[in-house]
């Protein structure tokens, strides 16, 4: 039995494999180009992929492929083969430079939103040495960039890479303010804790709700849900540990580092979470967990639902974004440091993240965005769709002693001069009791809430570099022209406290009184949903910090402002059809069905018992009839509303023609048709119920 560590990354060209496959001058071009961004020499480029071929030949791989993140959310990946014909007869395989470092794929098909004419349909795609490559089945994965002829970014890693070099440049800035002459580069990592369903694939099938869309669209509340909370933390089955251990193995051969897994609060939901690392990289590995996790339940006669609402009544998955930021020498700048001085520090870094969340309030609630999440955010069990942070009481207590120039009330009870005296420390266990706040402060890190389970953590990681970058640029902007740097320091840490301390909640997040209170009193914002907050990514604000770093440019704003509200609609357009065609073809000839049989049925025992009163089957025939009735009369205004939207005049209006219109019809039309579902004899309904599916995995 080979152990973990034997195979752990063995499907990775890794640093380990570079190391010893590469001769001592090229590893240290690639190092440098992979530690400082500096450009690839052509000579050097031609032995990185010779060596990656070799090394991938020899474990099986016959194809490569430039995998890549386009903007539907998924990963994309086209395969061409190693061979390569020799004059006789036989095949070499070959791989150059060229082919490592730039592809062409043709991504007419991919969505652009408008970047790309159709006179250029093509797309390049350029490797990213950050991220290593991997074998994946039989292909040579190679971690790339997709842009348009234009440049134009067509994907998430391209703006994702730019966010943490902007944050870099930024934090370095502030280092060496306070006197560190040696960090040469400031990454942000991500830890993201992935929840998900898993259920049978019989299950599955027989939904085609959930086979059309991910989620189920109809389905009565089981007589057991997730009241009891038995699943949370609970012993996991033996079919669920069997993938779970299979999982595993998959994702430690691509070097992905899952370390937590456990039952979740809803029935047959769980979760995993790997160790943090570096934010690209950890955006590459959370696409291909996700990926995996689908292939492994296959193998396991398991289907593993990532939509954010599989379940109506039943607790959504999330994903939290677990972000800190760090020196390239590991020093981790949001942990309250030893020293008066490196206190400072981190009091600045935090500020620079209180002033970012809120300032970019609705950047993180677009990062977020999806049909899917909209259904979760603000439902009682995940943050509400109002972003606002946790601190804890002591960080708040510090923050307000500086805010106020009284003395901190903590256990010290001194006066919190900066630079001067030394912070309490923090009991990492009081950090983190608010659970239902979507940004809270974890000890040494943020852990941003609010992600959909399906999301890809790129948006949220490039909203959140950027907007910290931002403070950051202006922090050091003001402190590097300062007189005397203490006084400026103090002063502009609490004049942020002052101006953002709106956005500081400690409270129950889930209240009803809070959205009261942090709309009405605070100002905070509150986009409810995808329609509402999409067009916000172009406010003035917005659209200057984000071109203003390089992040962005104005058309790869608008073009991403378009696709997300295009797969809006689409998504909900699709589950709006399904409805309709579920009704027609299952649910109402299912409920006639039974009707009839349960009228044949009485009629009989009529013909034999006159006198029978035949309470039961009358009431219920009538019931049942009246609720198709219903049934129908709803799914034929479902589907007027959608006739309607080809009015709209463009996108934004169509989507706010779906949140007003379609997205209520299709809840009402839910309500009699589960209902009907209440009544209806067990053997007659078209599919599996909550309670079938819920509780079905062994
Ligand atoms: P929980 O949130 O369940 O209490 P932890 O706080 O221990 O669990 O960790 C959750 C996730 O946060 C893990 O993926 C972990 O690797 C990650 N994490 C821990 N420290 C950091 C850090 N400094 N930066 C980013 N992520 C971190
Ligand atoms: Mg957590």
């Not at 450009?39 to 791989?61: C, P, Q, T, Y």
């Not at 907050?533 to 390089?550: I, Q, S």
């Not at 797969?567 to 909900?572: A, E, F, L």
């Amino acid at each position: 039995m080979s152990t973990v560590s034997d195979y752990f990354g063995s499907m990775v060209f890794d640093d380990r494999v570079m190391r010893a496959s590469l001769s001592a001058d090229v590893y240290a071009s690639l190092r440098k180009t992979i530690d400082e961004g500096s450009e690839l020499d052509i000579s050097v480029a031609n032995a990185v992929a010779e060596a990656m071929k070799n090394w991938a030949v020899a474990k099986g791989a016959t194809h490569f492929t430039h995998w890549f993140q386009p903007l539907n959310g998924i990963t994309a990946e086209k395969h061409d083969s190693f061979i390569s014909p020799s004059p006789d007869g036989s095949v070499i395989m070959e791989f150059s430079g060229k082919e490592l470092i730039k592809g062409e794929p043709d991504a007419s098909s991919f969505p652009s939103g408008g970047l790309r004419a159709t006179f250029e349909a093509r797309g390049y795609t350029a490797w990213d040495p950050t991220s290593y490559a991997f074998i994946k089945g039989k292909t040579l994965c190679i971690p790339t960039a997709f842009c348009s002829y234009g440049g134009h970014a067509l994907d998430k890693k391209t703006p994702l890479l730019r966010s943490m070099e902007v944050l870099s440049r930024q934090a370095v800035r502030i280092l060496r303010l306070f006197g560190n002459n040696t960090a040469k580069r400031v990454v942000s990592s991500v830890g993201p804790e992935q929840e998900y369903f898993l259920i049978t694939q019989e299950m599955y099938d027989k939904r085609p709700d959930l086979r059309f869309t991910g989620r189920t669209l109809f389905g009565a509340k089981p007589p057991k849900g997730q009241e009891l909370d038995d699943h949370y933390f609970g012993v996991i089955k033996p079919g669920v540990t069997a993938f779970m251990e299979d999982l595993n193995d998959e994702l430690w051969k691509l070097g992905i580092l899952a370390k937590t897994e456990h039952n979740e609060v809803a029935p047959a939901q769980h979760e995993l979470a790997p160790i943090y690392t570096t934010t690209n990289l950890a955006t590459d590995q959370n696409q291909l967990t996700m990926e995996i996790m689908q292939k492994v339940a296959a193998k396991h006669g398991f289907v593993c639902l990532l939509h954010e609402k599989p379940f109506e009544g039943v607790n959504g998955s999330g994903k939290h974004n677990n972000w800190s930021i760090a020196t390239d020498s590991g020093i981790n700048l949001l942990s309250p440091g030893e020293t008066p001085y490196e206190n400072a520090q981190f009091l600045l870094f935090l500020c620079a993240v209180i002033k970012a969340v809120d300032d970019y309030q609705d950047l993180l609630r677009i990062a977020v965005a999806t049909a899917g999440n909209d259904h979760r955010l603000g439902a009682n069990e995940a943050p509400p769709a109002i972003v606002s942070m946790f601190l804890g009481d002591e960080l708040n207590a510090v923050l307000e002693s500086i805010e106020t120039d009284t003395p901190y009330q903590g256990t010290a009870k001194t006066q919190m001069k900066l630079g001067v005296d030394v912070l309490p420390k923090f009991n990492r266990d009081t950090t983190d009791r608010n659970r239902t706040s979507p940004f809270a402060f974890t000890g040494n890190k943020f852990e941003f809430r609010s992600l959909g389970s399906s999301n890809s953590i790129a948006c949220t990681n490039i909203m959140l570099n950027s907007a910290v970058a931002e403070s950051l640029r202006i922090y050091a902007d003001r402190l590097e022209k300062a007189e005397d740097f203490e006084t400026e320091l103090h002063e502009m840490i609490r004049k942020t406290i002052k101006d953002h301390k709106r956005i500081i909640f400690n409270g129950n997040g889930y209240d009803d009184a809070w959205v009261k209170e942090a709309t009405e009193v605070r100002g905070l914002l509150n986009y409810r949903t995808t329609a509402d907050c999409m067009p916000h990514l172009m406010d003035e604000k917005n659209v200057k910090m984000l071109t203003g770093l390089g992040v962005f440019t104005i058309d790869e704003l608008k073009s991403r402002r378009d696709i997300m509200l295009e797969n809006y609609c689409k998504t909900v357009v699709i589950e709006a059809n399904t409805m309709i065609n579920m009704v027609h073809k299952r649910i109402a000839p299912a409920i006639t069905r039974f009707t009839a049989d349960l009228a044949g049925e009485a009629a009989q025992k009529k013909a034999l018992f006159p006198e029978l009163e035949l309470k039961y089957e009358t009431e219920l025939v009538a019931r049942l009839s009246a609720l198709t009735d219903s049934i129908i009369e709803k799914s034929n205004e479902l589907e007027a509303a959608v006739k309607g939207l080809s009015a709209a005049e463009d996108i934004i209006a169509e989507s706010e023609l779906i949140r007003d219109t379609v997205v209520p019809k299709m809840s009402t039309l839910r309500v009699p048709c589960d209902e009907a579902e209440l009544l209806t004899a067990k053997s007659y309904w078209p599919f599996p119920t909550y309670g079938d599916i819920l509780f079905s995995v062994k």
